[in-house]
């Protein structure tokens, strides 16, 4: 599932190429997706429009109109935007897509088809209730090491389920929960409340340093994730899907155990 790094890298692709376009057409390939409109209406009211600005909500995508609506999309395990010339032939599960004005089409395809698509009636955005559930991000100021404190000290579930709750932290998948995790030195399974101070200050730094770098690498490409122009990302996990691999700091073997249904990688000797 595409997370925080991969949503942000995308949003930053459309924000590059998006604002200021006007939709001249829009076509829905697959109504499935959309899950508040039917398709006529989707089409109806997103042409014409003009897009102004592209921001990232924790895993969401929030596509701004210059009518006030707002584009509100969740990607989930494959979903991905594409800008590209009208004349690209069109790719296998592409769901909607709209023609701009200046020629390009932006296109949303998702193979597993558990993407999500709102559009938002201009004001409907301030009580949209997935947003409004949704807990800090991790590379804003208010992310501190007291604001985390806090979120782990109220928690007696183990550290990583703790991490990938949306309502903790926004963004943190399964991938970026490992990664940190071990920089952090943390083993996953701990108690979110048992952290010492010194911990939750390695794990904070562990966690900003991950997205940020995920981020500057343009993500990780796996699955059908890649970038707004198609390029993949170049990010490089240091244990997460390790498999039998050594762990990159004391040689020893990477573990793999299942943790609330997922994957999870770490080095029992580094990880306490």
């Not at 924790?58 to 509100?72: A, H, I, N, R, S």
């Not at 579930?157 to 709750?165: G, H, I, P, Q």
Request: proline share 7%; glycine share 10%; hydrophobic share 35%.
């Amino acid at each position: 599932m595409p997370e925080l790094p991969e949503v942000e890298t995308i949003c930053r692709g459309l924000q590059q190429g998006l604002p200021g376009c006007r939709v001249k057409r829009v076509e829905v390939c697959w109504a499935g997706c959309l899950k508040n409109l039917p398709a006529d209406q989707f089409q109806s009211r997103l042409e014409g429009c003009t897009f102004q600005e592209v921001r990232r909500r924790g895993k969401y995508l929030l596509l701004q109109l210059e009518d006030g609506q707002t584009l509100v999309v969740h990607l989930r395990m494959t979903g991905g935007f594409s800008l590209c010339p009208a004349e690209e032939p069109l790719r296998l599960h592409t769901h909607w897509w709209a023609e701009l004005e200046d020629g390009r089409r932006l296109r949303f395809r998702d193979p597993r088809k558990f993407g999500l698509i709102y559009l938002l009636a201009p004001g409907q955005i301030e009580s949209f209730p997935p947003l409004g559930k949704l807990g800090p991000e991790p590379l804003s100021s208010s992310f501190t090491v007291s604001c985390l404190t806090r979120l782990l000290a109220g928690s007696r579930r183990r550290v990583k389920e703790t991490l990938l709750d949306q309502s903790k932290v926004a963004g943190i998948g399964n991938i970026y929960a490992d990664e940190a995790l071990f920089l952090a030195k943390v083993r996953p399974t701990r108690p979110a409340n048992s952290l010492r101070p010194a911990e939750v200050q390695r794990l904070r730094r562990g966690i900003r340093l991950v997205l940020e770098n995920s981020i500057c690498s343009q993500g990780r490409s796996f699955s059908d994730y890649c970038q707004v122009n198609g390029s993949q990302g170049d990010y490089a996990p240091l244990i997460h899907d390790a498999g039998s691999s050594l762990c990159p700091s004391c040689g020893g073997a990477i573990e793999k155990i299942r943790l609330g249904g997922r994957g999870t990688y770490y080095c029992p000797r580094c990880q306490r």
